[in-house]
């Protein structure tokens, strides 16, 4: 099992973002130097992980010379390839066409940059996102630094890669199934899925018949989470939604947690089941009452989630040549013509998968009527190795280990819900295996109070030890 990783005596140290902020602040670091260091460390990750989509190190070190403002000035970090921002092209994890360089921010960028936050480039995804393991036959695998062996998972792989190895303290990524949650889970981080609608999107997402993407941040610390929020709260205000405000520490309120070893029509594998029920009982030791029960989702979603991703492809491989010169269908992985395929056969049930998906939010609502928080596995078992899903195999059998391994994100993509993966379990191989906290609409802060009190009661697991 090969592990890499950047940590070094370098400007950014071991500090997670809030810690350089504060380093910055002091004196002790400057802009300049943390920024050099953020790229030298890329640099020398690059080789190893396969993380990086496009490199901004020109423009990054512009922006440290003359900082905007914002509570994370001078925080380097990577945007995730699937958003627009000025002066980068968007190539979604594909190579299908030749992206150009835009001329002004995506809704998501322009409020993600208003924190203060230097993006020194853009992370490398899956074609399109639909893959939950970033394994292009051309562009090739994105690693994880706990086991360059094993995927780095999901959409957003690139980010949680870099935030692990410790490239930079925090990243932008985003989750339609579970791409927050899932690389968090393989790469050992926090990463929360937030309520949807709670922070700025661009277009495409707002478009959406059931907007089932969020967007958000993966980070090594609770807090940074938690401070990314409340910033980006002060430029962009969900007014539907409850605020989420300054959570800084655990909440006092004893909760009633739902426990889940079984996802969405799928069993987790014994060893993760058994480290969810050790979680479980660590809430209970920390004084919350844990019942453990079947998961709501309906029988249905599994199949009805599954067509509506597909309608997704369906709409990129029939309307491609609108995302840049060179449009060339030939060139797009098994899995996403798989998928297209899959809904094209399918349409006649697609009406009635989208009605019911949108009624899983009001399944929801009566769940969480009864418990304030879902404990579960993130994934049902552990990181598979590089190959397991990758996107030239047969499509009915990636698709079915898909689906074997992602049996509980994709619930709150459908519900709306925030959730968020926590790095508190290992498995005996010593990997990462994230648990996940899922609560009710707008209850992000619910979530963030609950996390720091796992934090202190069990800290993460170092990918240096």
């Known amino acids: 099992m090969t592990r890499v990783h950047a940590f070094s005596d370098d400007a950014l140290g071991d500090l997670d973002a809030v810690g350089l902020v504060a380093a910055i602040q002091d004196g002790e670091v400057s802009i300049p130097e943390v920024v050099d ?22 423009r990054a070190r512009a922006e440290a010379r003359d900082p905007r403002g914002g509570f994370f000035a001078g925080v380097p970090t990577f945007l995730k390839d699937n958003v627009d921002a000025a002066g980068m092209p968007t190539q979604q994890g594909c190579d299908a066409y030749r992206a150009r360089s835009l001329k002004k921010d995506g809704d998501f960028a322009r409020m993600f940059l208003a924190t203060g936050l230097v993006p020194i480039g853009k992370s490398q995804l899956s074609e399109f996102g639909f893959s939950p393991s970033a394994e292009h036959p051309r562009i090739g695998p994105v690693r994880s630094p706990w086991d360059t062996a094993r995927t780095a998972g999901a959409s957003s792989a690139g980010a949680a890669a870099l935030v692990a190895a410790g490239a930079v303290p925090l990243a932008h990524g985003n989750d339609g199934g579970g791409s927050i949650r899932i690389p968090a889970a393989v790469n050992g981080l926090v990463g929360l899925k937030p309520t949807r609608d709670r922070l700025a999107q661009d277009k495409m997402n707002r478009q959406m018949p059931i907007r089932i993407v969020s967007d958000g941040v993966l980070s090594r610390s609770v807090r940074d989470t938690a401070a990314f929020l409340r910033e980006s709260e002060h430029v962009y205000r969900a007014l539907r939604l409850p605020p989420i405000g300054d959570v800084t520490r655990p909440g006092h309120k004893r909760l009633r947690v739902a426990v889940h070893t079984a996802g969405i029509g799928r069993a987790s594998a014994p060893e993760v089941a058994e480290l969810t029920l050790k ?11 844990v019942e453990q029960v079947d998961h709501p989702a309906p029988r249905t ?3 009805d989630f599954l067509l509506y991703w597909s309608m997704l492809a369906m709409t990129i491989v029939r309307t491609g040549r609108q995302l840049g010169p060179g449009w060339d269908a030939g060139r797009l992985d098994n899995l996403t013509l798989g998928l297209e395929r899959h809904c094209r056969r399918r349409m006649h049930r697609l009406p009635g998968a989208i009605a019911r998906l949108r009624r899983t939010a ?20 552990e990181t598979p190795l590089v190959g397991h899903l990758d996107p030239t195999l047969d499509f009915d059998t990636v698709m079915e280990r898909v689906l074997d391994w992602v049996a509980f994100t ?12 926590l790095p508190l379990a290992a498995t005996a191989a010593g990997l990462p295996q994230g648990m996940m906290l899922s609560a009710g609409a707008g209850r992000e802060a619910l979530l963030l109070e609950l996390a720091y009190e796992l934090e202190e009661a069990r800290p993460w697991a170092s990918i240096r030890a």
């Open 37 to 58: 260091a953020a790229i030298a460390r890329t640099e020398r990750l690059q080789p190893d992980l396969n993380a990086v989509s496009y490199v901004a190190y020109d």
């Open 279 to 289: 979680t479980a009982r660590l809430l209970e030791e920390l004084g919350h009452q």
């Open 301 to 303: 979603i599994p199949e």
């Open 362 to 381: 009001r399944v929801s609502a009566r769940f969480h009527e009864t418990y304030d928080v879902a404990l579960s596995p993130t994934l049902a078992h």
């Open 410 to 421: 994709p619930w709150q993509n459908a519900t709306g819900d925030p959730a968020i993966s």
